[in-house]
């Protein structure tokens, strides 16, 4: 098992920015990918962003131009940077890690809740 935390979620305004960060531990726990799912009200989670190595970065549509994703050179450690919030983006904020030896393992941190509202 390899513990993954998430921290940064709040309440904002619309229009508002808010950055999220994730990070992995396990030393031995090599990361392949790291990356954001969003779970609404009704429990279904929807893809937002993840990153690789070098360039290889995913949006969702709905996050591209205004969110960010970025991994830190540790390779453990992920950022979402959300700008120009708008109610939609409410939800509790997952973080996922890939890794490990081939089959990759995938697991989940308890996620972090983002409330866009005035």
């Known amino acids: 098992q390899v513990p993954v935390v998430e921290s940064g979620g709040g309440l904002v305004q619309p229009g508002g920015s808010l950055s999220l960060s994730c990070a992995a531990s396990?030393?031995?726990?090599?990361?392949?990918?790291l990356g954001w799912y969003r779970q609404g009200s009704g429990n279904q989670r929807e893809f937002i962003a993840s990153?690789?190595?070098?360039?290889?970065?995913l949006y969702a549509n709905s996050a591209k131009g205004r969110f960010t994703v970025s991994r830190d050179t540790d390779s453990k450690t992920v950022h979402l940077r959300m700008d120009n919030l708008n109610p939609d983006d409410t939800g509790l904020y997952l973080c996922?890690?890939?890794?490990?030896?081939?089959?990759?393992?995938?697991?989940w941190g308890q996620g972090t809740q983002v409330t866009v509202s005035s």
């Open positions: 996922f890690v890939t890794g490990g030896a081939i089959p990759r393992r995938t697991f």
């Open positions: 990153i690789g190595s070098g360039t290889d970065i």
């Open positions: 396990g030393s031995n726990f090599a990361v392949f990918r």
